[in-house]
């Protein structure tokens, strides 16, 4: 990986005042505004990262939305709904940061939709069971909290902004999941047998959720020193495994890696490998659900054409009579 210091924050006489400017409010931490001058691979880098966060926030509705039907109590069923409904709001408030950076909410769509664009990893997995809604809340907004708190203090104004919210919502969500874990392993065998085999399934995806090991990932020195990442790949995945390890035993529930053990020496935990090879077969479009995904997205979309129709009618004939008033 190249060091944040080879990268081209570094300030010279060759630099145009709009680039030095840029550069001192990116070293004094201060914010960039859409309306600000900023590279043109920064604009592209913000784009690349929002969307796709936009993507992995819709797309990761249909995993969880699969057991709205099916919630075990009708409490249940209305917590999962607003689960539901508020990663639609993330999404819709991370497309409307990507589109002050020029991209259109068409274009982003497109690309969804054809399968040009990457969603997160994770969303590539069934559901086959109740315990899943535990773990996707436990572990997979568990791992979007400890990936998007320090995304708070991006360098782009209008995407930390959106994260404050949506990160005070995700925890809520990841509370909501240890619940319904929690309940599970206080009731009958076969429910504790249930959470567990959840918690099998969702620990390794989890994980590869923070992306490839530093040593594989092209992106971050280039984004740590713009500060849209404050931290690694790796460094995320660690802190979110030492997160774990007590919440699982107040579950009374087993992480399954039988390499998991803290280390004194290093004051962390050492951990197994994870299977990189599953990972980026995922993010090839070969995981066990993409298809499904897509096709699910695709549909929707084509379902909602008269929707958007009739939305941009009513915006057409709203300005109309606004302009007759004035
Ligand atoms: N899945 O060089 P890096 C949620 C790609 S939201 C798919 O390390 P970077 C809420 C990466 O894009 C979950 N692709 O890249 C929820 C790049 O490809 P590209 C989403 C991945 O950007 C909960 C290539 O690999 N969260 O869960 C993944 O510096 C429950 C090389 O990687 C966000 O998007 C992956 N896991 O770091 C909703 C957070 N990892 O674009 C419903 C914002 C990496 O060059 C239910 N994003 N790739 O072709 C980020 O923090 C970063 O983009 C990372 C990747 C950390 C994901």
């Known amino acids: 990986m190249t060091s944040p210091a080879d990268l081209t924050l570094v300030s010279n006489d060759e630099l145009s005042d709009e680039e030095r ?70 999404g819709l408030y991370l497309y409307s940061a990507a589109q002050t950076l020029g991209i259109t909410r068409d274009e982003m769509m497109d690309q969804l939709i054809s399968g040009k664009a990457k969603y997160s990893s994770i969303f590539n997995y069934p559901t086959p069971t109740w315990a899943d809604m535990g773990a996707i809340g436990w572990l997979v907004d568990g791992a979007a909290i400890a990936n998007q708190v320090p995304l708070c203090r991006a360098s782009y104004g209008p995407y930390g902004r959106a994260m404050v919210r949506v990160c005070k ?29 959840a918690v099998n399934r969702w620990y390794w995806p989890s994980l590869a959720m923070f992306g490839p090991p530093d040593d594989q990932s092209p992106n971050s020195a280039q984004s740590m020193a713009w ?54 077969q995922v993010l090839r479009g070969n995981g066990p659900c993409n298809a499904e995904r897509l096709e699910r997205r695709r549909t929707a979309h084509e379902e909602g054409a008269w929707v958007r129709e009739a939305a941009a009618e009513y915006a057409r004939k709203q300005a109309l009579k606004t302009k007759a008033v004035a």
């Open 21 to 90: 400017i840029f550069n001192e409010l990116i070293a004094n931490e201060q914010r960039i505004e859409p309306r600000d001058w900023m590279p043109d691979a920064y604009r592209k880098t913000l784009i690349r990262q929002i969307s796709q966060h936009a993507h992995s926030e819709i797309i990761g509705m249909q995993p969880e939305g699969n057991w709205i039907t099916r919630a075990p109590s009708l409490k249940r069923k209305a917590i999962l709904m607003a689960k539901v409904q508020d990663e639609a709001g993330h």
């Open 227 to 280: 500060k849209i990442k404050r931290f690694t790949n790796d460094e995320l995945r660690q802190r979110f495994v030492g997160m774990l390890v007590p919440q699982a035993e107040i579950l009374g529930v087993t992480l399954p890696d039988p390499d998991l053990k803290w280390n004194d020496e290093t004051g962390e935990y050492d951990m197994g490998e994870i299977d990189w090879d599953e990972f980026f």
């Open 169 to 197: 919502e995700e925890s809520f969500h990841q509370r909501q999941g240890f619940e319904i874990l929690l309940t599970l392993m206080q009731g009958s065998e076969e429910q504790k047998r249930m959470a567990q085999d």
